[in-house]
């Protein structure tokens, strides 16, 4: 599937004992909808980087990690929503981009592996955008909402 998101894995947290962890019930009001888009341009060849494994892991508060991956489309974007039936009471995103890949099957050797990136989602409200400029020996990141 590229461009968009699909849900690796998603075990959710179900009481087992009858209550819901106090942090969860004191963050009740902050449950929001996660979205996520990670754009990554190609910088050596000034393009969007088309076909770049892009993971996430989206922590929550009292439930198990959502963990979501997927390509970047042929604009250089891979997305995630968690929609409104699945709002979650998100704290921080890792995201793990794999430059490696990429690069060799444009058949260049990188001097490194994988870009990892953690990143706040606590009190989001909208879309949670990071960008990404990739060359084989660099790379520049930055988050924006």
């Known amino acids: 599937m590229t461009g968009k998101g699909r849900i690796i894995t998603s075990d959710y947290w179900a009481p087992s004992y ?3 962890p106090a942090s969860a019930r004191n963050l009740r009001k902050s ?3 996660v979205e996520i888009m990670v754009s990554v341009l190609d910088g050596m060849h000034g393009r969007p980087a088309e076909g770049v494994q892009v993971s996430l892991v989206i922590r929550q508060v009292g439930e198990p ?3 979501v991956g997927g390509l970047t489309s042929s ?3 891979f997305r995630y929503s968690s929609g409104a039936e699945g709002q ?4 921080n995103c890792g995201v793990l981009i794999d430059v490696d890949a990429y690069f060799t099957s444009l058949g260049i050797v990188a001097g490194y592996k994988q870009i990892a990136l953690q990143v706040r989602l606590a009190d989001t409200d909208g879309e949670c955008h990071i960008m990404t400029i990739i060359t084989p020996f660099s790379h520049v990141a930055a988050s924006i909402r």
């Open 65 to 67: 990690a959502i963990r």
């Open 31 to 33: 449950r929001v909808t």
């Open 75 to 77: 604009r250089g974007n």
């Open 18 to 20: 009858g209550g819901e």
């Open 88 to 91: 979650v009471y998100a704290e």
